[in-house]
């Protein structure tokens, strides 16, 4: 799922070639030592590996893929790779302070996703074939920015632009299209106040 065309990394493919590789050989989801997010106040913590979170490939079997933190400022990336580096997927978000607004919507009580992408899905121009194809992986990254937005003092509220072919995937999980004064013809997309909890619990949330 792609919010727009910026690429901000040019991740270097491994040599060794793992597609389909098994989570069973990264985070068997019995580990009882994995570090959730369920509980951490993300935007207190330093950059780097933050902790983990639960994501499932085409095949049924789920695992863990470490979460590592970006900030500078007022903007914040998360990145999801696995044991060996692989980048499945990313978010950039722009946080909301006193006197700075986001670029796009200058919306100072929302956390807009500037960025979002999912690099394990085939349809993805940047996809990479060296992982499996994975879900919950934007729902994962949307739901660090419902914490953020939690944690800034801005109730929950989420903000983006999607892509045309992306518009069932944010309306299934309870996204709406929103009027925008500033790009009429973009697909401006909030999340309600009745989506809130129900997201944020979302395949069994953080």
Known sequence: MRINSINFYNYQKPVNNRNNTSFKQLYPINTRDVERLTYKNIGMMPNGIIGKVLVKERNGVEGFLNVIKEAYGNSEIYIL??????IYGEMELTI???GIFSRITRNPNAVFVELL???TRPY???HNNYIAECSKVGT???QIAQRRSDECGAQGNVELFSLDDALPYYLGIGFKLKASEFYENRNMMYL???SKEPFSKLYGGL
């Open 81 to 86: 790779k696995d044991m060996f580096g692989a």
């Open 96 to 98: 909301p302070k006193q």
């Open 117 to 119: 992408q999912n690099y």
């Open 124 to 126: 993805n121009e940047n």
């Open 140 to 142: 994962r990254l949307l």
């Open 192 to 194: 309600p106040p009745e």
